[in-house]
């Protein structure tokens, strides 16, 4: 084996490195987070956590599995896997088989694992289905009735059975999974502009539509007008990150967890993470995110083939955005859209399928183009790669393609 070769199936160290620090500390946080909630609801401190480090364990068997596994294997059955995702999501709405927490019903019953969520399974299925169907599609990708209107019909069904679900926050990153890999794989921006503005209006008038979605719209301007009704969540999580100061009260000592903050350990983890760790704690993990999401595109800029880059970026933007999204809503920078923080929020289904991916992504890294003095050159023929399939380099070419759409 040449030295070339051995040296583009060295894995991302530190890709993985900072997805184990992520782990790590989610971990260290979801136990702290949860002690007080566990011992009132199931008598024992460390019931979630337990469950959050099973749960752990098989999303980094997964990782491990996957990260040696040929990412192009998956291509076979990637319309398979989305098949079945899509069949759980409807048997999830079925009376007497899905779980009903909160007027939502999106969860299955695990037993001793707690509960199992499609949904969150449905973004790694999706991302791979979608990356699949770009790259065997890929010469009419920037048309749109041949590649735009296909994309807005699959994203459109899988977004009515999340809507089904009650399920905003998914349906949110859902779209920013599909919109990253069809821009990716060479749709046009445009196109992308105008289905994202479609989307957002409707998710506005199902908003408008839905009472406590329009008064969590109402009191996202000022939460501290009604820090007892429909802002008390965002109240408490501003507090929460208020009183950690620079370094925080310390690991364990919030006072938020004990019924001040709802779902202290879940969606709103970034603020207790505010609280016991300070401003110091939250730009760590911020770094942390923005070191993974640039591992993560360099990976996909150094991707061999096309299907390898679009699902590097789709996984990506997928976590990412994710976390983004997350800590927008706890800060009040956006209304509240339940979002989990990738790595940190409890949830077993999430974390697992989350470090699937990761597994996915350090595989497009393993065996994507190695550093050395060619590699310039092959990102320059990647980024050539992807604006031909936007905008032809001659006048007439474009001319040609225009009158085709």
Avoid at 264 to 279: K, M, N, Q, V
Wanted: charged fraction near 15%.
């Amino acid at each position: 084996m040449s030295s070339g070769v051995r040296e583009e199936r060295q894995p991302d160290r530190l890709l993985l490195f900072t997805t184990v620090f992520l782990c790590g500390a989610g971990l260290v946080m979801v136990t702290s987070a949860s002690v007080a909630f566990a011992y009132t609801q199931h008598e024992s401190a460390f019931y979630y956590a337990e469950r959050q480090t099973v749960w752990m364990l098989i999303g980094f068997a997964a990782l491990f599995v996957l990260s040696r596994f040929d990412y192009r294997r998956l291509r076979p059955i990637a319309p398979a896997g989305a098949v079945a995702v899509v069949l759980l999501m409807i048997l999830v709405l079925v009376p007497h088989l899905g779980v009903t927490v909160n007027g939502a019903r999106r969860w299955f019953d695990a037993g001793p694992l707690g509960t199992f969520q499609p949904s969150e399974l449905g973004k790694l299925a999706f991302a791979v289905f979608v990356a699949h169907w770009i790259d065997r599609n890929a010469a009419v990708v920037g048309n749109f009735q041949k590649g735009l209107l296909p994309i807005a019909a699959m994203l459109g069904g899988v977004l009515a059975l999340l809507m089904l679900e009650k399920d905003v926050g998914t349906s949110i990153v859902m779209v920013a999974i599909f919109m990253s890999a069809y821009w990716a794989g060479g749709g046009r921006f445009r196109h992308v502009v105008l289905l994202v503005a479609f989307l957002g209006l409707a998710l506005l008038a199902f908003t408008l539509f839905e009472p406590y979605r329009f008064a969590r719209l109402v009191s996202f301007r000022n939460p501290f007008s009604d820090p007892l009704g429909a802002g008390f969540q965002s109240t408490q999580a501003l507090y929460g990150l208020g009183s950690g100061g620079f370094f925080g009260v310390g690991i364990g000592h919030s006072v938020e967890k004990y019924g001040w903050l709802p779902e202290a350990h879940t969606d709103f983890i970034f603020a207790i993470i505010g609280e016991e760790t300070g401003l110091a704690g939250t730009t760590l993990v911020m770094l942390g995110f923005l070191c993974f999401a640039f591992r993560g595109y360099r990976a996909a800029l150094r991707a061999r083939d096309r299907f390898g880059a679009v699902l590097a970026v789709a996984i990506t933007t997928w976590i990412a955005f994710e976390a983004l999204l997350n800590m927008a809503t706890v800060t009040n920078t956006l209304p509240i859209a339940g979002v989990p923080l990738p790595f940190f929020s409890y949830g077993g289904t999430a974390l697992a399928t989350t470090l699937a991916a990761v597994g996915v992504l350090l595989s497009i890294a393993r065996r994507g183009t190695s550093s050395g003095p060619g590699t310039k050159r092959r990102t320059d023929e990647a980024f050539d790669f992807w604006r031909r399939d936007r905008r032809a380099p001659l006048s007439g070419a474009r001319g040609r393609a225009s009158l085709s759409r």
